[in-house]
């Protein structure tokens, strides 16, 4: 026997459509966030499989009865979609982080409801993307080292 999910609609949207279709993007974008980092490349394409995947989260969330002031975060869904499945990993990133903060900016204006929990949820969702869109000045352990090593060699 199977279980289905009954969506209770209010006048009001809650995030856990978004909060799931963001944990399903985290995935693909870190997955080729990692390859392009180590490749040390221009954009890779994604597998096929991973394109599908990232596709069946945004028309998941896509598809919903949206209100109006909320659509607008569904474009950005869909804009990253196009640019992960061109290769361009930081711009999906970018645009899901977009997606997140519209949608944050709808429930401070009341236009959708997000308990402390979802927000919370959220702010882990753009901390994780904001670092990965804008890494910073993060120094690794080797590089630390290398320079060191420069350094003492000048003395």
């Given at each position: 026997?199977?279980?289905?999910?009954?969506?209770?609609?209010?006048?009001?949207?809650?995030?856990?459509?978004?909060?799931?279709?963001?944990?399903?993007?985290?995935?693909p974008i870190t997955d080729m966030y990692s390859q392009q980092v180590k490749a040390r490349s221009e954009p890779i394409k994604p597998q096929l499989v991973m394109i599908r995947q990232y596709e069946a989260a945004v028309y998941g969330f896509r598809?919903?009865?949206?209100?109006?002031?909320?659509?607008?975060?569904?474009?950005?869904?869909?804009?990253?979609?196009?640019?992960?499945?061109?290769?361009?990993?930081?711009?999906?990133?970018?645009?899901?982080?977009?997606?997140?903060?519209?949608?944050?900016?709808?429930?401070?204006?009341?236009?959708v409801t997000i308990t402390e929990e979802q927000a919370a949820k959220l702010g882990q969702f753009r901390s994780a993307l904001f670092k990965m869109i804008n890494p910073g000045h993060e120094i690794s352990p080797q590089d630390i080292a290398k320079r060191r090593t420069a350094a003492q060699s000048q003395w």
């Open positions: 026997m199977t279980t289905s999910k009954v969506l209770v609609f209010s006048d009001r949207m809650d995030a856990s459509s978004l909060i799931t279709a963001v944990e399903q993007l985290m995935g598809d919903q009865r949206l209100p109006g002031e909320v659509k607008g975060v569904s474009a950005l869904l869909v804009e990253s979609l196009d640019a992960f499945e061109a290769g361009r990993v930081l711009e999906a990133g970018r645009f899901v982080m977009q997606a997140v903060e519209q949608f944050e900016v709808a429930g401070k204006e009341s236009v």
